[in-house]
């Protein structure tokens, strides 16, 4: 199973300097650590062809990045009359080539189901650029069984965010054929960060998947900078738990650490706190 670990955006900050050294950009270090971002930039403004390709060129041959569609197409079109605004987005995001990994529609929590409109979009989109499509809706009318079966027969997959404001929406929907989650940080969104536990649910969850469809897991709990800590900590998870860490970084080494010292706590029993 294609496993892709990143956070929402490279930036690095003090709080990890440390945990993706070296020299280069931020992309850069970011990319020996991570295989995967999300650019959400891209949702605020629009980037030239040639910043997409720098981009790429920065990263490993492995690695992928999602791209997530302007705001101006979801928000202020509703995903209707926006063929012009799919022109210059697709022309830029093209410079990204075989690294483009998935393109993400994130709808505003107003946004009923319209498959009308939809169905448009997602044909209009794909006549532009070859990727998988992930939907982050966030109104109830497309949490039902009829949505799913919907979003499946068009090849869209429906994210599993946290937190999951309609129920259901911490659950893979949609196509089987690509998996996507994005964890925004819960209680706090953008903020909070999340323990070992919280990391190591999500490992399995993911685990239990579909063999061979490619997964995203993207930490989006940006703005207190825990995504990062976060995403290297899951990175260095196998099936929910901390072994070799795939990401051999301060990070990882001090959540090993940890893992071990509980263990030791464990194998004590009763001699603990006497």
């Known amino acids: 199973m294609p496993l892709f670990v990143g956070t929402a955006g490279w930036s690095v900050s003090s709080r990890y300097a440390e945990d993706v050294p070296g020299p280069g950009s931020h992309l850069e270090r970011y990319a020996r650590r991570l295989n995967a971002v999300e650019i959400n930039s891209s949702f605020y403004r629009p980037h030239q062809t040639k910043t997409y390709a720098r981009w790429a060129a920065s990263t490993p041959d492995g690695f992928r990045f999602s791209v997530k569609i302007p705001k101006t197409v979801s928000h202020e079109r509703g995903l209707v009359g926006c063929d012009g605004l799919l022109d210059a987005f697709a022309e830029g995001v093209s ?6 990994g998935a393109l993400l529609l994130q709808l505003p929590p107003s946004s009923t189901i319209d498959m009308r409109a939809a169905e448009a979009f997602f044909a209009a989109i794909r006549a532009r650029l070859d990727a998988p499509l992930a939907c982050e809706p966030r109104h109830d009318s497309w949490f039902t069984p009829e949505a799913d079966r919907w979003l499946a027969e068009l090849r869209v997959t429906r994210v599993a965010a946290d937190p999951a404001r309609p129920p259901g929406a911490d659950e893979p929907g949609g196509w089987p054929g690509l998996r996507y989650w994005r ?18 649910s999500l490992r399995r969850r993911v685990g239990e998947g579909p063999s061979g469809a490619p997964t995203w897991c993207v930490f989006d709990n940006t703005a207190s900078g825990a995504a990062l800590g976060n995403a290297l900590t899951f990175a260095g998870m196998q099936d929910g738990r901390l072994g070799e860490p795939a990401c051999d970084s301060p990070v990882a080494r001090r959540c090993s650490a940890d893992v071990v010292e509980r263990e030791n706590l464990a194998d004590r029993g009763s001699d603990v706190g006497k």
Not at 183 to 200: F, K, Q
């Open 95 to 100: 410079g990204l080539g075989r690294k483009l």
């Open 183 to 200: 964890w925004h940080g819960s209680p706090r969104i953008y903020y909070s960060d999340y323990d070992e536990a919280a990391l190591a």
